[in-house]
């Protein structure tokens, strides 16, 4: 019944968010919002040129519109909503084999706390991007830093290794 002919039936379970999920969403969420607000309250005194892109080291190598900064909104927005989504349909995510019917809500609920994680990474970046924008943009501020990329991305691979690991610890 729960595998059938390589075609996986997987059951839809309703597992309510953990505490933790629930601060992070408030965290994650509640900073970005804080960031578009920073925006709007300085919209009048962005300059005209921001920056559109920034290399590796951190540093400006592309200039653009100050409507440009409405793009991040609109993708952390996005990417907020389809990550909600698919963390409410753990049964469609991917799994080993060995996912079975004692084991299946521990994987639903891994899975899911992983990607609530990355989720709420991604808009904390979003909302940093945001900021250093703007401040780059006004002149208080060079740069992202050198470290911004590297912190990131190791920030990033340790979380997917971690949840990775977890995973791997179910029976």
């Not at 952390?76 to 084991?103: D, I, W």
């Not at 912190?151 to 977890?166: A, D, K, M, N, R």
Request: with cysteine; charged share 15%.
């Amino acid at each position: 019944m729960f595998l059938n002919n390589n075609l996986p039936y997987r059951p839809i379970l309703h597992i309510p968010k953990t505490k933790i999920e629930k601060i992070s969403d408030i965290i994650g969420f509640g900073l970005f919002v804080l960031s578009v607000l920073y925006v709007l309250i300085n919209w009048n005194v962005i300059p005209e040129q921001i920056p559109g892109h920034f290399n590796a080291s951190g540093d400006v190598d592309r200039w653009g519109s100050k409507y440009e900064i409405v793009i991040l909104p609109i993708i952390g927005t996005f990417q907020f909503v389809l990550m909600s989504l698919l963390e409410k349909a753990p049964h469609m995510h991917n799994y080993p084999k060995r996912l079975n019917e004692t084991n299946v809500e521990q994987f639903y609920l891994q899975s899911r706390k992983l990607l609530n994680v990355v989720k709420n990474i991604c808009l904390l970046l979003f909302a940093y991007l945001i900021i250093q924008i703007v401040r780059v943009s006004k002149g208080d501020i060079q740069s992202l830093g050198v470290g911004f990329m590297p912190i990131f991305l190791l920030v990033i691979t340790s979380v997917i290794i971690f949840g990775i690991y977890q995973q791997k610890k179910i029976k």
